[in-house]
């Protein structure tokens, strides 16, 4: 049972590390906050895709009582780290991952550097990891 206990523990720290991370990338002020219309990317670069009801529905979750546009981390880390626990928003597939990567790879080098995906993940006219038609 303890065992039991401490591996869960162990997955929700590990969790907690990666929507940290993902944040950070976002929050452009390092004060805790991001822009809500970047939340369906730093949900997205988590595994999970959304509709975009279930994400509106999401935002609202997190949002101020009072919206100021932007979400804290402190009202984004439990929900997404139940989020995940509950392996909600069926990730997507590996192959779909695999050709959206072999699109932005447009050198064929075999990877994005940092900048290069933080370009791709932050611009407003990128392309959507969760596109229906790929």
């Known amino acids: 049972m303890a065992d039991e206990k401490d591996r869960e523990e162990i997955i929700v720290a590990e969790f907690h590390k990666k929507i940290k991370e993902a944040f ?3 929050d452009h002020e390092s004060n805790n906050t991001v822009d809500v ?3 369906g990317t730093i949900i ?5 895709c959304p509709t975009e009801g279930e994400l509106h529905d999401l935002i609202a979750e997190v949002e101020e009582e009072e919206p100021t546009g932007y979400i804290r981390f402190e009202k984004f880390l439990p929900v997404m780290t139940e989020i995940l626990l509950e392996r909600r928003y069926r990730p997507i597939p590996e192959d779909v991952l695999l050709r959206a990567f072999e699109v932005l790879d447009s050198a064929k080098r075999g990877f ?3 900048d ?3 370009k791709y993940m932050t611009e ?3 392309v959507s990891l969760c596109h229906p038609g790929w």
């Not at 997205?44 to 999970?48: E, K, T, V």
């Open 24 to 26: 950070e990338v976002f």
């Open 44 to 48: 997205r670069s988590l595994g999970c």
């Open 112 to 114: 994005l550097t940092k």
């Open 37 to 39: 219309r970047e939340i």
């Open 116 to 118: 290069e995906l933080i």
């Open 124 to 126: 407003e006219d990128g």
